[in-house]
Nanobody
C-alpha cells in the first residue's frame, strides 16, 4: 500500500503561480495529478508514467510542469499563469504493480482557488 500526502494548494490571483507537492510512502509505477470541480468527473492534469514521458491535459500544456524526485518519491506540479478555470480540488494519483496486478491510490486532495 502507498500513502500519498499532498501540499501546496491555496488561493492565488489569476496569472499567479502555485506549486503542489505529493510525497509517496514508496516507489510508484506511475504518479501524477488529477483535478475535480463540483458536479464534474475527476480529470487528468498531468502524469509521469514509468517510461518517464510526461502527459498533460491540453488545457494546461505550456502552463503547468510536472516533475519528480525519485530519491524522495515526490512529484511536483508547478502551475503558472493560473486561470480561474483552474480552480479545483487537485488530487495526487499513483499506481504500483505487485505480482502483475496494478493498484491505484489517491491523495486526500488539496484545494486550489484562482481569483479573477
Amino acid at each position: 500500500q502507498v500513502q500519498l500526502v499532498e501540499s501546496g494548494g491555496g488561493l492565488v490571483q489569476a496569472g499567479g503561480s502555485l506549486r503542489l507537492s505529493c510525497a509517496a510512502s514508496g516507489s510508484t509505477f506511475k504518479i501524477g495529478w488529477y483535478r475535480q470541480t463540483p458536479g464534474h468527473q475527476r480529470e487528468l492534469v498531468a502524469i509521469i508514467p514509468s517510461n518517464g514521458i510526461t502527459n498533460y491535459a491540453d488545457s494546461v500544456k505550456g502552463r503547468f510542469i510536472i516533475s519528480g524526485d525519485n530519491a524522495k518519491n515526490t512529484v511536483y506540479l508547478q502551475m503558472n499563469s493560473l486561470k480561474p478555470e483552474d480552480t479545483a480540488v487537485y488530487y495526487c494519483y499513483a499506481e504500483i504493480v505487485r505480482s502483475s496486478l496494478t493498484y491505484a491510490y489517491w491523495g486526500q486532495g488539496t484545494q486550489v482557488t484562482v481569483s479573477s
